[in-house]
């Protein structure tokens, strides 16, 4: 475990937000899907991104990377090689009904972390279908004939499951549809994949809670870039509100992406307590919550799927900020943060402060913006590799004192 020392700073300077995972991850799925080859600008190879890719080479594709482009062609389906999801949700779950619709068929590998979240929508949608679901410890089989159909997903659950489906249907012999039963959550992720399904020139319809498929059809997706990642930045804008001045580059104004709702929100946390619904922009949970500790504090509403990521993210990024004096309690559903004070803050500058990332790359990269503001040093700090593995670089490049080790 590496870990890194924040001295007391304030950022300042520009840095170019990096490759949105979300997108990345389609692109390269629906490329793969492709009937031609596909260059994809923009590509950086996080852990994700890079479990990503090994699964769709173990299904058949050929990857090549130079610099940060990738260009992907789609050899045969062949014989299914084991899928190494590492500890990406996202690429599980998206891979379980494309490998079933390719294949057959689809054997997966994964960290402890990424089996616990569980795939419990698409046992119960697939048992239907009488598809084998067969666990054991950190690999899982799947095995049977996707049909065409209809199928019914609760919307309060991760979106991944819905994207999966989304990218499967077109291959299967009839239409289908996906039922999204409300509330909605993490609406924007289904419209990214919507997005990146259009720009392959396949067709979905998404009208009152059903998203409607055409089978039998082709994808072909031109070449294209990663747009920048307004997730990630909000780990870097966070600064401006810190006494920082930075300027993010390379960001979509008009993105679908739903973080990018991150700029009123912190806004929000600016001018005072305030309620908050993080239910579409879940993954700004522990920036949001580093934030309202030292502004005002805040009332955060639909946290609970924020306890089933890398880490428990409500659990888990308040015993950090207690050890900073930050009184927070947390409901099922719900999570209420008082801010800590001038005083206490000025008071953690003569402290030793360690914080634990709890291996989660979204509490490590919360958890440095808080230490630039009185000094601490971040046990885990590898965990940015997942999302953002320049974070530490870039950083530093905003003067931030950063010293590794």
């Not at 890719?53 to 014989?79: D, P, Q, W």
């Not at 067709?203 to 039998?216: K, L, S, T």
Request: net charge neutral; aromatic share 8%.
């Amino acid at each position: 475990m590496s870990r890194c020392h924040i001295a007391k700073s304030t950022a300042s300077g520009t840095v170019c937000a990096p490759p949105s995972k979300s997108y990345a991850h389609r692109l390269l799925l629906a490329a793969f899907l492709s009937a031609k080859p596909t260059r994809i600008g923009n590509i950086d190879l996080s852990d994700d991104i890079s479990a990503t890719i090994g699964c769709i080479e173990a299904l058949g594709a050929s990857v090549s990377i130079s610099g940060r482009e990738a260009t992907v062609a789609h050899l045969s389906a062949g014989e299914c090689r084991p899928l190494e999801c590492r500890e990406s949700g996202s690429t599980l779950r998206f891979m379980i009904p494309v490998a079933l619709a390719k294949c057959g068929k689809g054997y997966f590998t994964g960290s402890t972390k990424l089996f616990s979240r569980g795939i419990g929508e698409y046992r119960k949608l697939f048992d239907k279908q009488r598809i084998c679901f067969s666990q054991s410890g950190n690999s899982l089989t799947v095995e049977g004939e996707l049909k065409s159909g209809t199928f019914t997903i609760d919307g309060a659950t991760s979106s991944q499951y819905i994207t999966g489906l989304l990218f499967a249907s077109p291959l299967l012999q009839g239409d289908s549809t996906i039922v999204v039963t409300p509330p909605v959550q993490s609406r924007p992720y289904i419209d990214i994949t919507l997005d990146v399904l259009r720009m392959a020139g396949i067709e979905a319809r998404f009208d009152n809670n059903e998203i409607f498929v055409p089978g039998n059809q082709t994808y072909r997706l031109p070449d294209c870039s990663v747009e920048g990642d307004w997730s990630n930045a909000a780990f870097l804008d966070i600064y401006n509100h810190l006494g920082g001045k930075v300027t993010v580059t390379g960001l979509n104004p008009q993105s679908l992406q739903g973080d990018r709702v991150y700029r009123e929100l912190f806004r929000k946390l600016d001018d005072g307590y305030c309620t908050i619904d993080i239910g579409n922009c879940i993954d700004l949970g522990p920036v949001l919550f580093c934030l309202a500790a030292v502004k005002h504090g805040a009332r955060f509403v639909n946290t609970a799927r924020l306890r089933i990521k890398e880490s428990d993210r409500v659990s888990d990024i308040l015993c950090e900020l207690k050890k900073i004096g930050v009184n927070a309690t947390a409901e099922d559903n719900s999570v209420d943060i008082k801010p800590i004070s001038e005083a206490g803050l000025a008071a953690l500058e003569c402290k030793s402060v360690v914080f634990s990332a709890h291996n989660d790359h979204r509490l490590a990269m919360s958890l440095a913006a808080l230490a630039s503001i009185f000094g601490a040093t971040i046990e885990g700090s590898e965990a940015v590799s997942k999302s953002y593995p320049g974070f530490w670089e870039d950083v530093k490049h905003l003067n931030i004192d950063i010293c590794n080790g």
